[in-house]
C-alpha cells in the first residue's frame, strides 16, 4: 500500500480484525456484484469505498425515474442512462482507486459462468428467482461464496452461502426451484426505501469480512428483518442432502 491508500483505508486498518493484512486482501480481491438496483446501490458504494480491488457491475437495466426514491447509487441525471455506466460513475467520484468493470447486460450462460469463476466472491443483488437459481448454480460449481440478499415491502432477508466448505447449504437447498413460491418484484411491488440500503449494506459488510477472513458470517444462517418492528430474527439453514443442485459436490 502506496501513503494513499495507507491513510484512506486507515481506520480498517486500525481494526485489528482487519489490519494491514485483510486490508491487503480487500485490495486484491475481484467481487461480482449482480444488479446495480436497491442492494447492489449501497453494496456497491461500500465495497468501493472500502477499497474493493476490482468490483464488475453486472445489470442491463437503464436508471428510470421510479429507482430514484432507493437506488442511492443513482442520480436525477443518471435517468435514462445504463446503470452500470451511472454507477461506475458515482464509484469513481468516491473512490477512484477501484478499477470497475461495467457488463451493461443481464448475466446469463456463458458470461454468468465466466464472471463466477474469475470472481472471489460474488453479491447476488438481484431481484427475480431465476436469476438468484442461475446465480447459485454457477457459485456451487465454481465453489465461490456467495451473498444473497432480497428485500420488498417492509421485509428483507439476507445470508451467505460460503460454497467453499462442501457442508454449506445453497440457495437451491433453502428455495427449491419450481415450487410454488410468489415472485414479489420490487420493479412492481412497493417497497420502503430504506429497507434495500439496510440490505444492501450488511451484504457489503459479510463480503468484507469473508475477503478480510474475520469474524463469523451469516454463512448457514438466514437474517430477516421486518421494517414495521424493526425486529430482526436468525434461522439456521441446513444442506439439504437431496438438493438437485449441492448435493454431490
Ligand atoms: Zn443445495
Not at 468501493?48 to 468490483?55: E, M
Not at 427449491?176 to 420490487?186: S, T
Request: glycine share 10%; charged share 20%.
Amino acid at each position: 500500500m502506496n501513503d494513499e491508500q495507507l491513510l484512506r483505508y486507515s481506520r480498517h486498518i486500525l481494526l485489528p480484525q482487519i489490519g494491514i493484512e485483510g486490508q491487503e486482501a480487500i485490495l486484491a480481491a475481484r467481487v461480482l456484484v449482480v444488479g446495480a438496483g436497491g442492494l447492489g446501490s449501497p453494496a456497491a458504494l461500500y465495497l468501493a469505498a472500502a477499497g474493493v480491488g476490482t468490483l464488475v457491475l453486472a445489470d442491463g437495466d437503464t436508471v428510470d425515474l421510479t429507482n430514484l426514491q432507493r437506488q442511492i447509487l443513482h442520480s436525477q441525471e443518471g435517468v435514462g442512462r445504463l446503470k452500470v455506466e451511472s454507477g461506475r460513475d458515482s464509484l469513481a467520484r468516491i473512490n477512484p482507486l477501484c478499477q470497475v468493470e461495467a457488463i451493461s447486460q443481464r448475466l446469463e450462460g456463458s458470461l454468468l459462468e465466466d464472471q463466477v469463476a474469475a470472481a472471489d466472491l460474488v453479491l447476488d443483488c438481484s431481484d427475480n428467482f431465476a436469476t438468484r437459481h442461475a446465480i447459485n448454480r454457477a457459485c456451487v460449481r465454481h465453489r465461490k461464496p456467495l451473498v444473497s440478499g432480497a428485500a420488498v415491502r417492509f421485509d428483507g432477508q439476507v445470508s451467505v452461502f460460503d460454497l467453499r466448505q462442501p457442508a454449506a447449504p445453497c440457495y437451491h437447498c433453502l428455495f427449491p426451484e419450481g415450487e410454488d413460491v410468489e415472485e414479489v418484484r420490487c420493479a412492481v411491488m412497493g417497497v420502503f426505501a430504506p429497507i434495500t440500503g439496510i440490505i444492501g449494506t450488511v451484504q457489503a459488510a459479510e463480503a468484507l469480512k469473508l475477503l478480510a477472513g474475520c469474524g463469523e458470517t451469516l454463512n448457514g444462517r438466514l437474517l430477516l428483518l421486518d421494517a414495521l418492528s424493526m425486529d430482526w430474527r436468525s434461522i439456521r439453514l441446513q444442506k439439504d442432502a437431496g438438493c438437485l443442485v449441492c448435493s454431490g459436490m
